[in-house]
């Protein structure tokens, strides 16, 4: 059977199309770094790219999500440290008052000192980030404690996600932080200093109105102390639950980014010699188009 000129070059017209067709998919792989561009490319690949990428969202979420509660957690652990220190302050005053070699004008003297820790404890308590309160609860708008040393916040956790089905707590109430057997430090410190300006060593045990001596005001620093050292303990387990955390998202994030570029993101040196290849058939096919022709153009001259 003869191969009519005609037949050659519908052959040749058809390579010559399929070659600049792939040369425009591999360029705009080249062009923008995909190798799926769109989902005719390929479909069970794009869907495999949206999952890769839903997910690579919700652990940038719960990074997010992390760093605040880190920030948070850490700015308490930093004010609770300020009130340990100076609630340790008034316990040495007040191991000081309990000796019973001063004078009542001796006590009376360091009451001052006394007054001064129990209004920066309350200040302490009074701290805020971004304009919350944040020993407040959900009632970050108000202040935590009034002027008689109640608590005005609530009992409400601020819970944010880190994980997927695993939340933690932020905050730490102020009602848990600043106060021990339901009496809270600044009351401590007020007694202490009534007790010094009014020379008075212990509680009268026969009248539990009797306000509490210097004696018994020490006992409350140092059960106070031990309750710092606990909340400090529970945020700094939460802050270390919190790095270990960050460690697995960042491990599992370079997971599925790996797997989304094995996906989706075009292998470039791959691309450049596919490029290569069909520049090399399109430069055949040109040259065996023009000697087609120019046999045509003979056999019909002749």
Same mark, same amino acid.
């Given at each position: 059977m003869r191969i009519t000129s005609f037949a050659i070059f519908n052959q040749m017209t058809r390579s010559l199309q399929e070659r600049l067709r792939d040369m425009s998919i591999y360029s705009d792989r080249l062009s923008s770094g995909k190798k799926i561009n $769109?989902?005719?490319? #390929?479909?069970?690949?794009?869907?495999?790219?949206?999952?890769? $990428? +839903?997910? *690579? %969202?919700e652990f940038d979420q719960y990074k997010k999500n992390i760093d605040e509660a880190d920030s948070q957690l850490s700015l308490t652990d930093t004010i609770m440290n300020s009130v340990y220190l100076q609630i340790s302050s008034a316990k040495e005053?007040?191991?000081q008052g309990a000796n019973g070699s001063l004078t009542a004008e001796n006590r009376a003297a360091i009451a001052p000192a006394v007054a001064n820790i129990r209004d920066e404890v309350m200040r302490l308590s009074q701290t805020t980030s971004g304009g919350r309160y944040i020993f407040s609860g959900y009632k970050t708008d108000t202040k935590p404690f009034d002027v008689d040393f109640n608590y005005q916040g609530d009992t409400n956790a601020m819970n944010v996600l880190i994980d997927r089905d /695993?939340?933690?707590?932020? %905050?730490?109430? !102020?009602?848990?932080?600043?106060?021990? %057997? !339901?009496?809270?430090?600044?009351? *401590?410190?007020d007694d202490l200093t009534y007790a010094l300006e009014n020379d008075k060593m212990d509680q009268d045990p026969l009248n539990p109105l009797d306000p509490p001596g210097i004696r018994q005001a020490l006992s409350a620093l140092e059960n106070a102390i031990d309750q710092i050292t606990? +909340?400090?303990? #529970?945020?700094?387990?939460?802050? $270390?639950?919190?790095? #270990?955390?960050? /460690? /697995?998202l960042d491990d599992r994030n370079l997971t599925y980014n790996t797997l989304l570029s094995n996906t989706q993101d075009t292998d470039i040196a791959e691309t450049v010699t596919e490029i290569t290849k069909i520049q090399v058939a399109l430069e055949s096919l040109r040259a065996s188009g023009a000697k087609v022709i120019s046999q045509s153009l003979l056999d019909f001259l002749n």
């Open positions: $769109k989902p005719s490319d #390929d479909a069970f690949g794009m869907m495999k790219a949206m999952d890769y $990428k +839903v997910t *690579i %969202n005053l007040a191991t /695993s939340t933690m707590a932020m %905050n730490v109430l !102020g009602n848990e932080a600043f106060s021990v %057997n !339901g009496t809270t430090f600044m009351e *401590i410190l606990q +909340v400090r303990a #529970d945020v700094g387990a939460k802050m $270390k639950r919190l790095e #270990d955390l960050q /460690s /697995s």
